[in-house]
């Protein structure tokens, strides 16, 4: 079981808005930065989102990320099918020492 | 940057996992760590642990009895080692480059490992 909690699966139709959440805590999300990773079927993780917000170059602007207390959100607008993947969050757990993850969200465009 | 891994594929119970990471396009020395990341089906994503160009490390506690991670700058490679392996060390092992040791931004393309007699 992960140590923060994201919903296995969401939906949207080309052209929608999704958000997907991230649930923590008060040792990581309340107190450090939170990242985003997007995962390909058979591919490695890649960096979408850092330090809450924050695009790495090359991610559209489409994509964004925020944080409130111990939640996280990750923001797709304008949904493409090339979108459909595993999204990840992240972040370093102070009581736990060691970085977490959530379990990922299945995004499916419809 | 590049990041590439390779060792063996299959490694028996109680052995020891070996994996190498060749840097490419980026030096070692530079302002970064360097880390280990697995996944596997039961525990999805799992943080190793970070190694600086120094030598200094970050493990994952629940690991840090059996994981060591070191760099040999010489060659711009990062190596972890793995000991008394289970079946639940089973899975896909990336290297990563950490701007932070917490955080990844560039990934290897994996290597998959497997547990068995």
């Known amino acids: 079981q992960s140590v923060m909690t994201q919903p296995p699966s969401a939906s949207g139709t080309p052209g929608q808005r999704v958000t997907l959440s991230c649930s923590g805590t008060s040792s990581n999300i309340g107190d450090n930065s939170v990242f985003w990773y997007q995962q390909f079927p058979g591919t490695a993780p890649r960096l979408l989102i850092y330090r809450n917000d924050q695009r790495p170059s090359g991610v559209p602007d489409r994509f964004s990320g925020s944080t409130s207390g111990a939640s996280a959100s990750l923001a797709i607008s304008g949904l493409r099918a090339e979108d459909e993947a595993v999204y990840y969050c992240?972040?370093?757990?102070?009581?736990?020492?060691?970085?977490?993850f959530g379990g990922g969200t299945k995004l499916t465009i419809l | 940057v590049q990041l590439q891994e390779s060792g063996l594929g299959l490694v028996r119970p109680s052995d020891t996992l070996s994996l190498t990471c060749d840097v490419s396009g980026s030096s070692i020395n530079s302002v970064s760590y360097w880390a280990w990341i697995r996944q596997s089906p039961g525990k999805g994503l799992e943080w190793l642990g970070s190694v600086y160009h120094n030598g200094n490390t970050r493990y994952n506690p629940s690991l840090e009895s059996r994981v060591s991670i070191w760099v040999d700058t010489s060659k711009n490679q990062f190596f972890l080692r793995v000991t008394s392996v289970t079946d639940a060390d089973a899975g896909v092992y990336y290297c990563?480059?950490?701007?932070?040791?917490?955080?990844?931004?560039?990934w290897g393309k994996g290597t998959s490992v497997t547990v068995s007699s």
């Open positions: 990563t480059r950490n701007p932070d040791y917490y955080y990844m931004d560039v």
């Open positions: 992240a972040a370093w757990d102070d009581s736990l020492s060691r970085v977490v």
